[in-house]
């Protein structure tokens, strides 16, 4: 088996072999791939080798033909092929023998005429291994779809504006709520609340079958979505409810009055628990993904972080300069949670609410209305009043803006998102409500085309 089994170092000692593959006068060395060695080129032959100078022979002047040399040298094998001519002998000829090689210009300085990176057409890049920048996904920057929703209010401390899991859309408009299907574009009058009261606040349940309703007294009532029947009245705020936010059981309703109550269906009182934390009107509401935190942000300026087993805060973020509406939570990242301030602070603010630090923050130049927070990809959407009342797609966390998206002549001040996650809506005091498509789908990133569902057109919501 020995005797007719291959062998490598039988085949590199044979000298009869070796003579075969390269010059007699020179040592190769046999690997298992081929490598070209400058040692077998014949460089001699186009005077692209250094001679040395013969002892005592006088130094041309001038030196046409070496700067020639030089850079005819420089064009074929690199501007380091010098440090290879001068290396020491024995070391194989040019210094390696591998003449195929990975390398990467360091050179800071501008380029000369001659600069092989000219030629070749690679200033631009530092870093040769780098992979190049993905370029920016592009968003439709037109409504594909426009509602007319009369008697819309323009109030930056209300919420009447909310998208269901079941794809029905709900809108207070005046003392009435309507619910607008997504589906067949149905428009259903859900309840009018009378002369003298007015609608504040609309919420969907999490399954989509019941909503809330704040009003301008301070009732919460629930709704059967289906049938059109209310199922239950909530007392306890003295003065409007302007935002309601629902978890797995509980209903939140935030007031005028400054105090938040929890409100749960599964008991007869009117409420099981009132948090008090805010000195002004509580304006944001939104329990994270987990149910576990309820944020609020209030007209005294303060977020405040609650729990479930304490009636007070667990954390009271002071940071912002104007009336807190805008929260959200991140979907895709526990306990991360990011807030909007008005028009005194204009800047989206970061937070971990495990530790309480700030993590991050962005001035957008204008008042901040809403927060959402996509969760097909890792971006979220703002909508802004005073003074340019635009709506802003944002990466997180480069903070990079993906879109800037105008179309409102008001402020922007209710936003909801599409059970999928592709669209928005926006509503403005200028009465509208506009579908913006936004976000990729979740299987798909690819970019958003900008027909949806709809026609384009406008349509009247009542």
Partial sequence: MNETS????SIVSSPRMISSLSSPSKTSVCSDRFIPCRSASRLNTFGLLDKPAAAG?????GGGNETYARLLKCELFGSDFGSFSSSPAGSGGLGSPNMLRFKTDHSGGPNSPYSPSIMRQDSGSSNEGSTPTKPPRKVPKTPHKVLDAPSLQDDFYLNVVDWSSQNV????LGTCVYLWSASNSKVTKLCDLGPNDSVCSVQWTREGSYISVGTHFGQVQVWDGTQCKRVRTMGGHQTRTGVLAWNSRILASGSRDRNILQHDLRVPSDFVSKLVGHKSEVCGLKWSHDDRQLASGGNDNQLLVWNQQSQQPILKLTEHTAAVKAITWSPHQSGLLASGGGTADRCIRFWNTTTGHQLNHIDTGSQVCNLAWSKNVNELVSTHGYSQNQIMVWKYPSLSKVATLTGHSLRVLYLAMSPDGQTIVTGAGDE??????????????APVKATGLWSLGRTHIR
């Fill in 169 to 172: 859309l709900a809108v207070g």
């Fill in 432 to 445: 509208t409500l506009r579908f913006w498509n936004v976000f990729p789908s979740m299987k798909t990133p």
């Fill in 6 to 9: 291959l062998r490598l170092d």
């Fill in 57 to 61: 022979s006088p130094v041309k002047e």
